[in-house]
């Protein structure tokens, strides 16, 4: 069974940088597109960006200035950092794995809220 | 860039059939997901590549594609069914979700 699990702190103060881990069990993360998606309270998904065999990245363009998303393969995890944080950054952040066009998003974390506030 | 359009909310009887609709560029050309959100939980995948299921989910939830266009349909509407429903798809090398459908069952 594939299980994933978001760590990280859960207050972040304005301007400073986000870094959350999650990590994989059940699966190994040199394979698959591992990927962060966000949900600011009461609105919708939005996703974040992904990294897959290894080295790959692909980033929302809105925030691709702000965001950096890098695999451990010792750990088998992978991580999220987010840069100059802002309020409209609020929200509960959702790592997953994805399979691909053909596949969908199979696996969540349960999510974290990160709250940015000073 | 590419825009994933859903009605905002949907309202049905219970064992009635529910229909949402994803509309977009991107949807003639690749595949399209669905997936359930109940109140604070996860979002769990309910259909892949257009039609198929995940193990575990009823046969009740199908989909369809026309054109741009397509439909998530839940027949014989529970209450457990009552839910935000999103459409995903891949636009090129990114991902990208519909604005979510709140189907209340009445």
């Known amino acids: 069974q594939v299980q994933l699990q978001e760590s990280g702190p859960g207050l972040v103060k304005p301007s400073e940088t986000l870094s959350l881990t999650c990590t994989v069990s059940?699966?190994?993360?040199?394979?698959?597109?591992w990927t962060w998606i966000r949900q600011p309270p009461g609105k919708g998904l939005e996703w974040i960006g992904n990294?897959?065999?290894?080295?790959?990245?692909n980033y929302n363009s809105s925030l691709e200035s702000r965001v950096t998303i890098s695999l451990d393969t010792s750990k088998n995890q992978f991580s999220l950092k987010l840069t100059s944080m802002t309020a409209a950054d609020t929200a509960v952040y959702y790592c997953?794995?994805?399979?691909?066009?053909?596949?969908?998003?199979?696996?969540w974390g349960q999510g974290t809220l990160v709250t940015v506030t000073s | 860039s590419s825009v994933l359009t859903q009605p905002p909310s949907v309202s049905v009887a219970p064992g009635e059939t529910a229909r949402i609709t994803c509309a977009g560029d991107?949807?003639?050309?690749?595949?399209v997901q669905w997936y359930q959100q109940r109140p604070g939980q996860a979002p769990v995948l309910v259909i892949y590549?257009?039609?198929d299921r995940p193990s575990g989910i009823p046969e009740r939830f199908s989909s369809f594609r026309s054109g741009n266009t397509a439909t998530l349909i839940i027949s014989g509407v529970e209450a457990g069914d009552e839910a935000v429903y999103y459409c995903?798809?891949?636009?090129?090398?990114?991902?990208?979700f519909g604005g979510g459908t709140m189907m209340t069952v009445l």
């Open positions: 997953a794995r994805d399979g691909g066009v053909y596949s969908g998003i199979d696996y």
């Open positions: 995903q798809v891949w636009d090129g090398r990114t991902v990208l």
């Open positions: 590549y257009f039609f």
């Open positions: 059940g699966a190994s993360v040199s394979t698959y597109y």
């Open positions: 990294v897959y065999h290894g080295v790959t990245t």
């Open positions: 991107t949807i003639g050309t690749q595949g």
